[in-house]
């Protein structure tokens, strides 16, 4: 939907209590939006964007903010619309160049790691103090249907032969609001509405900050592989990866006939929820079927999962190196199940040489699931395909696996697992999965 249909979402607020941080809910464009939006010479759709400081000073701002930038465009692309992202002034703006869905527009900037706010601006031409007065106040009537807040202006002036000097602007604009709106009143330390004038080229108005998601963006973290099962932890895992700016490639071991096309498709999908963050994931498909049923042969039944998990690290770790990733990422948290037991983990650690990301571990359950839901991964996730963990899942596995004894009963596996890892290496399957 277009505002040109006349659903556009305004910018009109309400604050819900949500997880401790505020979120903002918009109903109907205010008429007077849509008007000058749609005639107005000086009135014109744009976000400006907000990042978190962290990790954009120094040498390091200038990279942070090209993949701000870029990751935004990708974004953007899923919106319909047409859209300029400029850097000015140590800022991103987002302007839209034609009609433009308005909620998707939000909803993909959401989902950019990197940006901490979004708020959507209003350009005013500079047609003098009075014309800005009159523009401020039906800003503040159209945005505001209730008027009963406090506010305080905060103005900018990074253009410095504006008549006025901020404080100046703040006073003058201040007593112009309180002029039109005598129910309003002004509050400078916890004001309900803080209305940003900032003086530049033309006017820029905002008041609202719709919450980004935080992070890093994408790309300026290097590059990690996702060992993706089809559960609930692992797209929480990558998910929470990438956003520290990591990119994400991911590995799929499936074991068919025993796993299914759905159960495989089900681990794509997961993916697309991961790559709605992270960009473009590289699944590999891994055919584990034959190195699974060797080790059920050879191997004690209460340590196969232990083994099994040990050749996954392996294959993924061989494959995270040749396509340059550093380091693996598992959705593990301690206690889980018997394989995520601290031994356990010990022992599938133990093969590895690259770093083992497990940005679950201390999670309980509840806290996976919620991040699951919020990411839109939950509802795939728990889809009840088999996976190729529990169909070889022994009835007591051990919880408490000796390291030592484990590489022991790995020695029966001595006269075929080579040849049996270099095959499964050659089944892989490279799925480029897009949201
Ligand atoms: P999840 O909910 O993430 O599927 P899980 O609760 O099924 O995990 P395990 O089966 O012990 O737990 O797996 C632990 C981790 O090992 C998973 O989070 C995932 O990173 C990896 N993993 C398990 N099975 C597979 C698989 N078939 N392919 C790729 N990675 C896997
Ligand atoms: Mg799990």
């Known amino acids: 939907m277009s505002y040109m249909a006349g659903c556009y979402p305004g910018l009109a607020g309400k604050r819900c209590k949500g997880h401790g941080r505020a979120e903002w ?77 308005y909620e998707e527009t939000v909803e993909s900037l959401k989902k950019v790691f990197g940006i901490s706010g979004i708020c959507p601006v209003v350009y005013v031409r500079d047609e003098g103090f009075e014309k800005l007065g009159h523009d401020v106040v039906r800003y503040i009537g159209d945005v505001y249907p209730d008027r009963n807040k406090s506010f305080k202006v905060s103005a900018r002036r990074a253009r410095k032969n504006y008549p006025l000097n901020s404080m100046e602007i703040n006073v003058e604009l201040g007593a112009v609001i309180l002029d039109a709106y005598p129910e309003m009143r002004v509050d400078v330390h916890k004001p309900d509405i803080l209305l ?67 159960a495989k498709q089900k681990v794509v999908d997961l993916a697309k929820k991961v790559a709605a963050y992270a960009g473009p994931v590289w699944l590999h498909v891994i055919n584990f079927t034959d190195i699974q049923l060797y080790i059920y042969d050879k191997c004690p ?3 196969l999962t232990i083994i099994m998990r040990r050749y996954m690290m392996r294959i993924a770790e061989h494959i995270a190196k040749e396509t340059e990733c550093l380091g693996l990422i598992t959705g593990e948290s301690i206690g889980q199940v018997a394989s995520q037991t601290m031994a356990s983990l010990a022992a599938t650690n133990e093969v590895c040489t690259l770093p083992v990301y497990r940005p679950l571990i201390g999670f309980d359950k509840m806290e996976i699931v919620e991040i699951a ?40 596996l001595h006269e075929g697992i080579e040849e049996l890892v270099a095959k499964a290496l050659e089944t892989d399957e490279v799925i480029v999965v897009h949201d």
């Open 25 to 101: 809910v918009f109903p109907a464009l205010p008429a007077f939006y849509r008007e000058t939006l749609q005639n107005g010479e000086n009135m014109y759709k744009s976000f400006l964007i907000k990042y978190a400081e962290i990790g954009v000073k120094g040498k390091n701002r200038y990279l942070f903010e090209e993949a701000l930038v870029k990751q935004i465009k990708y974004a953007l692309k899923k919106a319909e619309g047409e859209f300029a992202v400029r850097r000015t002034d140590g800022r991103i703006y987002v302007d839209a160049l034609s009609d433009f869905d």
């Open 196 to 262: 940003n004038v900032e003086v530049r080229d033309n006017i820029y108005l905002y008041s609202e900050i719709i919450p980004g998601p935080g992070g890093m963006p994408v790309g300026t973290g290097g590059k990690a592989m996702l060992l993706l099962s089809g559960g609930i932890d692992s797209p929480v895992a990558g998910w929470m990866i990438a956003k520290r700016g990591v990119k994400i490639d991911a590995v799929y071991f499936h074991a068919p006939p025993y796993t299914s096309e759905r």
């Open 301 to 303: 039944h209460d340590e």
């Open 373 to 412: 839901e919020k990411i839109d991964s939950y509802e795939t996730s728990i889809l009840p395909y088999e996976d190729c963990c529990t169909i070889f899942v022994a009835k007591h596995p051990v919880t408490k696996p000796n390291v030592n004894v484990i590489k022991r009963h790995e020695e029966n």
